[in-house]
Nanobody, 121 residues
Framework: QVYLVESGGGLVQAGGSLRLSCAAS????????MGWYRQAPGKQRELVAT??????????NYADSVKGRFTISRDNAKNTVYLQMNSLKPEDTAVYYC????????????WGQGTQVTVSS
């Protein structure tokens, strides 16, 4: 069993920055994608950003709403993925969830418990 532990959430004013971290407790086998999703009150969970493993090209994918403001990266040696969030907006307020999933059919799919990000106007 792999556990994903998120950190870095909090309260920030609009225009500010936060950096989220997600560390995996065990081995995340390749090929895989790690990333961040978010869920605001009354809304469905949505993709924020993902990044594939090195063996899969380290390809990044962003939601249109965060392109140019958020940057996802990963440290494979530490089994950790990061989300640098700049120019935050009130509409970025949500619980942010870390995800790690296999890119193989019927592979693993792990979720963290979530970290709250609140952006005040």
């Amino acid at each position: 069993q792999v556990y994903l532990v998120e950190s870095g959430g909090g309260l920030v004013q609009a225009g500010g920055s936060l950096r989220l971290s997600c560390a995996a407790s065990g081995s995340i086998f390749s090929p895989n994608a790690m990333g961040w999703y978010r869920q605001a009150p009354g809304k469905q969970r949505e993709l924020v950003a993902t990044i594939t493993s090195v063996t899969s090209g380290g390809i990044t994918n962003y939601a249109d709403s965060v392109k140019g403001r958020f940057t996802i990266s990963r440290d494979n040696a530490k089994n950790t993925v990061y989300l640098q969030m700049n120019s935050l907006k009130p509409e970025d307020t949500a619980v942010y969830y870390c995800n790690a999933r296999s890119l193989l059919p019927n592979g693993y799919n792990y979720w963290g418990q979530g970290t709250q990000v609140t952006v005040s106007s």
